[in-house]
């Protein structure tokens, strides 16, 4: 039996029928595309092949080749499941994204393709769109990916991702629910669970900011709940914005990472309680918005503030008031400054202190990949015995361990900060 392409076929979220309208086996093994020429209409037995084999050709199939053939039947999702259940293609699961602005992803990453994103665009069928499928479903015209046009010498060299694209369709109702069908169905046959959340949250109003928090990052008993969420904001925000953020981000139960790239108002206010649960990492974009006071509350294990305006009086401050006793919530922190000078802090810190500072410093220089790098460091102790680290890099990055609850040292944080850059 042959379908034709070019028509709109319903993706079967659900479990799908033995009498699925697929075929139990595809004409090309390794191919996504369903034939439907007669040049191309001979039929290859999958599943008559030894299990070894079978195996061994569907390690070989793309992400996009296996959720093809994982619905066509139920045989055929028991069989794409079973395979990736196996400890060494379970392991190599990176990233399972859901992307919420105008533009609609599911974004998966594995690290058997190396840099390559798999990206199901979802678009929504309006309905003046005479396809003559039920609502509430996800189908498909096409199982040919597309790629970006980025020339393969600038890949390499840049070391940058290649997106391969799927277009899927969606009715205009209740989608949000339709895509948790999907994205379980994804889950299921890769044994993966939903990594991370992207939302651009002026792009929904208020209920559908509500409605997708609480379906992907509202829960983590859920398994599929997100375990990283980043809301984007791309232009400045409104009152209006700023309310719902703050309804957001009291709703969300992200646990390993929070990114903002956001631009509140000036009487946006990120106060300590305002999250629900702590979380191990909170990375804050254009962070201009938040204070020194601000920092101080956060309820993170680590905190990342990109292109910050907090300045040196600030940081003299933050680290005279460690020395007396105060203890940030956070373990360790980076700030971005325009430009710091840490030796001119520390004396006048010196100066502030009657019973004299007792601080280490060390310095060295380290060439990277992009250059030379001048670190200068500072370990001060203060009177219970706790040693606090602050070192400034290349007069611009102010690293800082605060509590000495970790193994971590400064210097893999460093390396963790420019991983993100």
Known sequence: MSLQTSSIHRIQTAAPSDHSPFPPHLPYLFSPVIATQKSMSSEFPLFRLPLIVLNHGLKLMTPFEIISLSLCSKRCKTVCQSLRNQLKCKEKAVKFQLKFSKKREIQLEFNYYLNTLWILSIFQISGKDEIGLSRN??????????????????????????????????????????????????????????????????????????????SYCGNRRDTNCVKSLKLIGESENTPEDDEVLYHILNRQEAECQLTLAIKPTSKFHFYGDLLRYSINQLIVRNSDWLTCGELECCKSFSVWMFNSKINEFNIEFMIKRWYSGWTPKWTLAMIEHIFINIDDC?????????????????????????????????????????????LVENNKYLYIKARGNTDISLSTFISMTKEMM
């Not at 502030?352 to 060295?364: F, K, M, N, P, V």
């Open 346 to 390: 520390i004396i006048r810190i010196r100066e502030g202190i009657s019973a004299g500072l007792i601080a280490i410093r060390s310095e060295e220089t380290i060439e990277e990949p992009d250059g030379l790098s001048h670190r200068i460091k500072y370990s001060i102790r203060r009177g219970n015995g706790t040693i606090g680290e602050f």
């Open 137 to 214: 479903d996800l189908f498909v015209t096409n199982w040919i990916p597309t790629e970006d046009d980025t020339p393969q010498e600038q890949i390499r060299e840049n070391n940058s991702m290649v997106n391969q694209y799927l277009k899927v369709y969606i009715s205009n109702d209740c989608d949000i629910f339709v895509l948790r069908k999907y994205i379980d169905h994804l889950a299921y046959i890769f044994n993966i669970t939903l990594t991370d959340l992207e939302l651009h949250f002026q792009d929904f109003t208020r209920d559908e900011n509500e409605k997708i928090i609480d």
